[in-house]
Nanobody
Framework: QVQLVESGGGLVQAGGSLRLSCAAS????????MGWFRQAPGKEREFVAA????????YYADSVKGRFTISRDNAKTTVYLEMNSLKPEDTAVYSC???????????????WGQGTQVTVSS
């Protein structure tokens, strides 16, 4: 099993920044990809960003490209999501997840964290 724990969520004004962290434990992640998803009230969970542990390659949803940066610390088995220029529409519960490879579909991710709330006020 893989356990994922997110942290760093909170309340921020539009235009502000937050950095989310996701600490992973339970196994090695050399061949894994880590992704961030978000779900706003009444909406379907959507893909945000993903990164490969081995190569550090990344992929972003168009809605966050240029504003969010995903990164990882292999030694700490932790993935980060740096969120800049936040907008009210970024408000959601953000969850991290682990998958065998880079992907944008929820079903590709087998392990999920509990989520952390991000609220952006206008």
């Amino acid at each position: 099993q893989v356990q994922l724990v997110e942290s760093g969520g909170g309340l921020v004004q539009a235009g502000g920044s937050l950095r989310l962290s996701c600490a992973a434990s339970g196994r090695t992640f050399s061949n894994y990809a880590m992704g961030w998803f978000r779900q706003a009230p009444g909406k379907e969970r959507e893909f945000v960003a993903a990164i490969s542990w081995r190569y550090g390659s990344t992929y972003y949803a168009d809605s966050v490209k240029g504003r969010f940066t995903i990164s990882r610390d292999n030694a700490k088995t932790t993935v980060y999501l740096e969120m800049n220029s936040l907008k009210p529409e970024d408000t959601a519960v953000y969850s991290c997840a682990a998958a065998p490879r880079l992907g944008t579909v929820r079903s590709e991710y087998a392990y999920w964290g509990q989520g952390t709330q991000v609220t952006v006020s206008s």
